[in-house]
């Protein structure tokens, strides 16, 4: 790849009190950005000081969405230095949203290499309390200036960081969910396994319903039957019934959650049984009510996330007595251990900043 050029701001900010983050709204001092345009290619890859964009009110990505993003982590150990996590399946993952939106492929090396660079010279934004992390948010946009529909012949692909803290408020105590048989997220031969705005623009009207209703995010069941479960707002769904534990399968309406797989390597490693198959909702809340249900989320923002209410129907159903359960106690501190270097690395998920890719 072309060199990455650097510019420094002439302003550098002081980054807030580790203890005062919360999620999504502290960026740092710098930038990526990378230019498309057909014909030409990818090309001028550049870390700026942090800033606006200019764009022409025609541009087609305000128009007709044709967006995607990830996200990604890069975490503080005890030991002071910065490791990111699965940075090269993120990129991956990201070149396969864009395959959905008819966008140009990414070199998956550039993307994991444009991430470290950023997170090198941001790296006094990377903050080391517990439980806080720098959130890493690459972004694709198409920027041709037209209002026919078609796929655009220019994009930017940019990067962005910040350090970030709890994605919920409720930190790491368990969240109520609601599922909903009104709305829809998506169906199969839809967006829904792309990492897409539009997913995100199509989900807040449920979300804004089931806060109404005491909750903090919706449980989506599938597009067809609304019976089977497919996904909560920012995160997969994954649970213990009795000693199995099941998730919704790959089916093409859901998002390959990074750390839902890393959630299945570690449980298998640990001889459970883990099985990815369809899961009606009655299956769940009838588990629920013989208290043989655990469940939990798992996501980059959510990490490992304790759900401890069901709601359908207008019952509420508690989970595990609304209690965090044992096995996702356990989840939650394997991974956190994995991504602050405070325990084993086993399948090698994390990268030290200093080292290259491919080294
Ligand atoms: C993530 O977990 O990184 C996500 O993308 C969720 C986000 C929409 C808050």
Redesign the pocket.
């Known amino acids: 790849m072309t060199e990455i050029s650097i510019t420094r701001t002439a302003n550098p900010r002081t980054p807030p009190a580790d203890d005062t983050l919360s999620?999504?709204n502290v960026f740092s001092d710098h930038m990526f950005m990378l230019d498309y345009e057909e014909g030409k290619g990818w090309h001028s890859p550049r870390i700026v000081p942090y800033q606006d964009f200019s764009l022409d009110p025609a541009t087609c990505v305000l128009h007709y969405g044709q967006a995607i993003?990830?996200?990604?982590?890069a975490f503080r150990g005890a030991d002071g230095r910065i490791r990111l996590f699965r940075a090269g399946d993120h990129a991956k993952r990201l070149n396969r949203s864009g395959q959905f939106l008819c966008m140009p492929e990414l070199d998956a090396a550039m993307v994991e290499e444009s991430i470290r660079a950023l997170v090198d010279v941001d790296q006094n934004w990377v903050p080391s309390k517990p439980g806080t992390s720098l959130?890493i948010?690459p972004t694709v946009i198409a920027t041709e200036r037209f209002l026919g529909v078609h796929p655009s012949r220019k994009y930017l692909y940019y990067v962005i960081v910040g350090p970030v803290g709890a994605?919920y408020k409720e930190g790491m105590n368990p969240v109520k969910i609601m599922a909903s048989e009104k709305h829809v997220r998506a169906v199969k031969g839809g967006l829904g396994a792309a990492?897409t705005a539009g997913n995100?623009a199509a989900s807040l009207y449920a979300a804004e319903e089931a806060k109404k209703a005491g909750f903090t995010q919706v449980l989506w069941l599938d597009g067809v039957e609304h019976r089977y479960l497919d996904e909560v707002?920012?995160?997969n769904i994954m649970m213990r019934i009795g000693d199995e534990v099941v998730t919704p399968p790959l089916n093409g309406a859901i998002l390959a959650?990074i750390?839902r797989e890393s959630v299945i390597t570690l449980l298998r490693d640990w001889g459970l049984k883990v099985t990815e198959r369809p899961i009606a909702i009655d299956e769940v809340i009838a588990a629920a009510k013989a208290g043989t249900l655990e469940m939990w989320g798992t996501?980059?923002?959510?990490v490992i996330s304790p759900v401890g209410e069901l709601g359908f129907r207008g019952e509420r159903h508690a989970i595990n007595g609304g209690k965090t359960g044992d096995l996702t106690k356990r989840l939650y501190d394997t991974i956190v251990g994995i991504q602050y270097g405070t325990a084993p690395d086993p399948h090698g998920w994390t990268r030290l900043l200093g080292n290259r890719v491919g080294g």
């Open positions: 999620f999504g993003f990830d996200g990604l982590k959130y948010r994605y990492k995100y707002g920012t995160m959650g750390t996501g980059t923002a959510a």
